[in-house]
Every structure is written in C-alpha cells, then in structure tokens.
C-alpha cells in the first residue's frame, strides 16, 4: 500500500530550537498539504501546494514558519525559532490533482512538544 | 466560507449499542464532498467514507452507515452493535469542487467511547 511518509514522528525540545519536519508524498501524487492538529483548534490547514507551487498558506505564522518543496518527493515544514504554543501534531497529506473527490492520503503525523 | 459542526465532543456508549455521530455543515458551493475520518488512540487519520454532493443515497458499509441529507446540511455516521475497537475521535470533512485536490474544513471532532 502506498503510503504518506512522515519524519519525524516525535519531536521534543527547547524553546528557540530550529525545527524541521518532512513528508513524502504517495508517488504520483502532486497536491500536498499540511494540517496542525491542537487540542483548541483542531485540525486546521497551515499551507498546501501544487506541482511543488505554494498555493495557500495563509494559515501559517508567516514570521516562524516557512513551508517548501524541494522537489516532488519532499516537502519540508520548519519553524524558526519554535515557541512552546507550536506543540501540536503536524500531518502532511498528498492527494492526485484534478480529482477532489479523492481521498487525501495522511501520513502518521508528527507530535512536536516544545519545552 | 465552509464551516463543519459536530455538536457532540464527547459520547460514551456500551459495547453492542448503535450510536450515531452527528454533522452538520456549511458551503455555499453547489459542489462539494463529505468525509469521515477516524482518529484512533495511536494518531492516525483513517479515511472512511466520501460523499458527493449529487448523491444522497444513503451507504452502509458492514456496521457503519451513513445518512445524507441536503435539506438538512447533514452527513450523520451510525455504527451498529458498536464494538470496544470502535473508541476513536471521529473527523466530518468538507471540501469544495475546484480545479484539483482542495483543503479539508474539519469539524471539531467527536470522541467516542465504547464500553466493554
């Protein structure tokens, strides 16, 4: 089974500590996003791209946060410097374009603790 | 702007009785699609079911149903006989119809507890 892969799956440090998450996509796939998920908000949407082009990521602290796609098998989430209200899970997602009525494809996620 | 609700965040059930997970949603897009999700104690997202806007049918898929209604703006899951393996936090999802894979809108989630 295709799968959406995420690393790390745990993260835990120090307040001010750069932190990068990563995501590979299903193969094929060329629509990624990514989602935080907090106890108050839930699962909300922080940036997706398509074709490796940043679409929306109007969700995201733009001061801290910075989302990218090196190329079409990785996606990289990092904050700089992280605060300890940034502790959530993080999921990435991968879906086909030009069909959304297929399901999107969610890694494990990664649950970030920052202290 | 899309907005899903799911008014029950938490519901204890003992194993063997229905219970149903309710949704109500928001859009203004003629075209849009409905998920669940479910979120089980380890953390992942386990898609369970999309629905078309065009398809009122209902589904039933072994104890799970699923009850759409447009008048409404509802997408209520049932789980029949309800079993301990069911205790997960249940995700309602909306999207739009737009040229590509688009943004989920989730609700807030329903945590389910079946007692054995």
């Known amino acids: 089974d295709a799968r959406v892969t995420q690393t790390p799956r745990h993260k835990v440090t120090e307040m001010g500590q750069e932190v990068t998450m990563r995501c590979q996509p299903i193969?094929?796939?060329?629509?990624v996003f990514w989602y935080r998920q907090t106890m108050m908000q839930g699962l909300e949407l922080l940036a997706y791209?398509?074709?490796?082009?940043?679409?929306?990521d109007s969700g995201m602290p733009k001061d801290r946060f910075s989302a990218e796609m090196p190329d079409a098998t990785l996606a990289t989430l990092k904050i700089q410097p992280s605060e300890p209200r940034d502790s959530a899970v993080y999921f990435c997602?991968?879906?086909?374009?030009?069909?959304?009525?297929?399901?999107?494809?969610f890694g494990d996620g990664t649950r970030l603790s920052i202290l | 702007a899309q907005k899903v609700t799911q008014a029950q965040t938490e519901i204890s059930v003992v194993e063997k009785e229905d219970v149903t997970l309710d949704c109500v949603y928001e859009?203004?897009?003629?075209?849009?699609?409905l998920f669940w999700y479910k979120q089980p104690p380890s953390g992942e997202l386990v898609f369970l079911i999309r629905?078309?806007?065009?398809?009122?049918q209902n589904e039933i898929s072994g104890r799970y149903s699923w009850n759409f209604q447009k008048s409404t703006s509802s997408f209520n899951f049932t789980i029949t006989a309800s079993q301990v393996v069911d205790s997960a936090v249940y995700f309602c999802?909306?999207?739009?119809?737009?040229?590509?894979?688009?943004?989920?809108?989730f609700g807030k989630g329903t945590r389910l507890s079946v007692i054995a």
């Open positions: 997602a991968s879906g086909p374009t030009g069909k959304s009525n297929q399901p999107q494809h």
């Open positions: 193969l094929g796939h060329n629509t």
């Open positions: 791209f398509r074709n490796r082009a940043p679409l929306d």
């Open positions: 859009t203004r897009d003629t075209t849009y699609y």
């Open positions: 629905r078309n806007s065009f398809d009122e």
């Open positions: 999802a909306l999207t739009s119809r737009n040229s590509g894979n688009t943004p989920l809108v």
